[in-house]
Nanobody
Framework: QVQLVESGGGLVQAGGSLRLSCAASGRTFSSYAMSWFRQAPGKERDFVAGINWPFGRTAYADSVKGRFTISRDNARNTLYLQMNSLKPEDTAVYYC??????????????????WGQGTQLTVSS
């Protein structure tokens, strides 16, 4: 079992920055591919960014490329998402997720084994 707890969400103006964190506990954090997903009201949950194990390769949704950066600190069992140049359309609940996949960065939610409870990001225009 892996327990995931997100933090860092909040209200920010368009153009601003914010960093989300996801603290992991339980089984070995470093052996999982980790990703961020988001779900806006009335929409499906979408992949945002991911980082695989063990090579640390990253993948991003087109909508966040160049603005968001995913990273992980295996010593601290923590996943991060640095978000810059935020837009109102980034407003959503952000979830971190862990996958036991060893092939690249899984893009589909069904490939993830563990999920956090989510943290709300609201970007005002």
């Amino acid at each position: 079992q892996v327990q995931l707890v997100e933090s860092g969400g909040g209200l920010v103006q368009a153009g601003g920055s914010l960093r989300l964190s996801c603290a992991a506990s339980g089984r070995t954090f470093s052996s999982y591919a980790m990703s961020w997903f988001r779900q806006a009201p009335g929409k499906e949950r979408d992949f945002v960014a991911g980082i695989n194990w063990p090579f640390g390769r990253t993948a991003y949704a087109d909508s966040v490329k160049g603005r968001f950066t995913i990273s992980r600190d295996n010593a601290r069992n923590t996943l991060y998402l640095q978000m810059n140049s935020l837009k109102p359309e980034d407003t959503a609940v952000y979830y971190c997720a862990a996958s036991g996949s060893r092939v690249g960065v899984p893009l589909m939610g069904a490939e993830y084994d563990y999920w956090g409870q989510g943290t709300q990001l609201t970007v005002s225009s």
